[in-house]
């Protein structure tokens, strides 16, 4: 018995003209199209192989078509994708990736500074964060997760084994002078910050002046006019000075003294003179942030220097009787 050849079913007048308006139309999915194309055919009663050919597609390909279309109808012709392959990583691996990427490689006491993608990818299957990772794939990554490769700059860093400890208590000294937090008992109400620079010494810098024009052509010729130079350095007759300087950071203002020299002495006598400052009977309320003095400039008299009188650039605070 000869087997019945496989035929579309029977379609009506609108599934026909809905067939035609996919096969004309010139945008949209093209295998939709080709399906489109072969139902269509087989409606006008080639038979598969004859689609085959047409198609350029296998027998096999072209009875899957016309069996769907005979089961699910038009819903058939439009491809289902299925959303692609699950992702490589997970959501924890990534994040782990990416603090891994962001964290210095000496925290993991290995013996660089940056993390290059070679050693990132060999570190990650080491600690078994991953189980294999290519460096573009760990490019694109990194690239998805925001981090990308970038100069940095260098900085210097404390070899005080205390150094975190000391930090966390000038932060919470911060805190306290600013009032973000309470103070405890023993915790100090007045904080100044300190610091000195020096020598200071006369460093001239390269600037502009008036000097004779010179052509493109005599530019390099022995004969044409030469510009005036400025010295480099000059002889320090006078020795040099040191600055010390403290930050009210209550007022954003910084205040200094200019010393001939710099040692135990002149420096704790600065910082005396910042303690005396701060004090409530001199300066304002006791809730000060720094010890940078708000008392007004003092005048020397020129009796007493041989001067004309001059303001200093730091207040002085008249001295404080003991006790």
């Not at 924890?92 to 940056?114: M, N, Y």
């Not at 002495?265 to 409530?280: E, M, V």
């Amino acid at each position: 018995m000869a087997r019945e050849r496989l035929r579309v079913r029977e379609i009506s007048n609108e599934e026909g003209n809905r067939l035609l308006a996919i096969v004309r139309r010139s945008s949209g999915s093209v295998v939709t199209w080709r399906r489109a194309q072969m139902v269509l055919l087989s409606a006008q009663g080639m038979d598969v192989e004859q689609i085959a050919k047409v198609s350029f597609t296998s027998p096999d390909r072209v009875r899957d078509v016309i069996n769907n279309f005979n089961q699910d109808g038009f819903d058939s012709l439009y491809p289902r994708y299925a959303g692609g392959c699950p992702p490589t990583f997970t959501l924890p691996q990534r994040q782990q990736v990416k603090k891994i990427a962001l964290s210095r490689p000496v925290d993991h006491g290995l013996p660089f500074s940056t993390w290059s993608l070679t050693k990132l990818a060999s570190f990650l299957m080491a600690e078994g964060v991953v189980d294999d990772i290519s460096h573009e794939g760990l490019r694109d990554l990194l690239g998805k997760e925001g981090v990308s490769f970038q100069v940095i700059k260098t900085f210097k860093q404390s070899n005080d084994p205390d150094y975190e400890a000391k930090k966390n208590r000038v932060l919470e000294l911060y805190d306290i002078a600013d009032g973000k937090a309470e103070p405890a008992d023993g915790d100090p109400t007045v904080v100044f910050c300190m610091d000195e620079f020096g020598p200071l010494n006369l460093l001239p810098r390269p600037g502009k002046q008036w000097a004779p024009a010179v052509g493109r052509k005599d530019k390099g010729s022995q004969d044409a006019p030469r510009r005036r130079r400025r010295r480099a350095t000059y002889k320090r007759t006078q020795g040099v000075r040191h600055l010390m300087a403290a930050l009210d950071l209550s007022t954003d203002k910084m205040y200094g003294h200019v010393k001939l020299n710099k040692n135990r002495t002149t420096f704790l006598a600065f910082a005396a003179t910042c303690a005396r400052c701060t004090r409530p009977r001199c300066a304002s309320p006791s809730s000060w942030t720094t010890s940078a003095p708000t008392c007004p400039p003092t005048r020397t008299s020129e009796s007493a220097t041989g001067r004309r009188p001059t303001t200093s650039n730091w207040p002085t605070c008249p001295p404080t009787p003991p006790g």
